[in-house]
């Protein structure tokens, strides 16, 4: 069982795909030979800690931090005796300026508990250089994910900062679901409009809306 949940079972064919297969392959020899992030376990932290069924809301990040020890395999979270990232750093802002939550560690599992897939469109990376595994098959596969959530009748939201991560808005076919889009919360961009955009409790108020309970952003 890789995800110990439902997403056992939905993903089951597109691991027996032969682009999954090559991958698979490729990871074992770069974990063997290179220094990946995150630890091999951690790469499906973020689906066994909040199932298909329980996911409310859709965190699309980009891929995993580069540095020792940052990447726990969800987006934008890193340890919690870790100093916060320049994009967490902005994220924590736009979170106090729109709801007054004022957080300080940069550990995301609670959001993960209350039903945010913190997904990373790739999975992994090579020590100190981002996007390095970007062309070795996790986009198919997560796109797969942003594919099964967009076609569930049951409404849900979807956080997309960023080109990259809107790019993916095509894959969300059922036209319930909230999209929340913004400039990405990096420094070189973030003032183009991710300050302000107040994500969190625009996706509260959604999720209010449809009769679910909202997310607890402490």
């Known amino acids: 069982m890789t995800f110990s949940n439902d997403w056992d079972d939905l993903l089951k064919e597109e691991m027996q795909k032969p682009y999954y297969k090559d991958l698979r392959r490729l990871l074992i020899e770069e974990y063997k030979t290179q220094t990946i992030y995150p630890e091999a376990e951690a790469i499906f932290r973020a689906m066994r800690l909040t199932s298909f069924e329980d996911t409310k809301v859709l965190l699309l ?4 931090y580069h540095g020792p020890g940052q990447a726990q395999g969800m987006s934008f979270s890193v340890p919690a005796d870790f100093p916060l990232p320049p994009s967490l750093v902005n994220i924590y802002k736009e979170l106090k300026d729109d709801l007054g939550i004022t957080r300080e560690s ?6 993960a508990k209350e039903g945010v897939l913190l997904l990373n469109t790739t999975l992994t990376v090579r020590k100190s250089q981002p996007m390095s595994h970007g062309k070795i098959g ?10 099964l959530l967009g076609a569930r009748e049951k409404p849900g939201v979807f956080i997309l900062w960023g080109a990259h991560a809107r790019s993916k808005k095509r894959l969300i076919k059922n036209p319930a679901h909230a999209i929340i889009e913004s400039p990405h919360p990096s420094p070189l961009s973030a003032y183009r409009g991710f300050f302000g955009s107040k994500c969190f409790s625009r996706t509260n108020q959604y999720l209010e809306a449809m009769g679910e309970a909202p997310v607890d952003w402490r």
């Open 61 to 64: 990040g980009q891929d995993p």
């Open 106 to 111: 940069g550990d995301l599992t609670s959001w």
């Open 138 to 147: 996790w986009e198919i596969f997560t796109d797969k994910i942003v594919e």
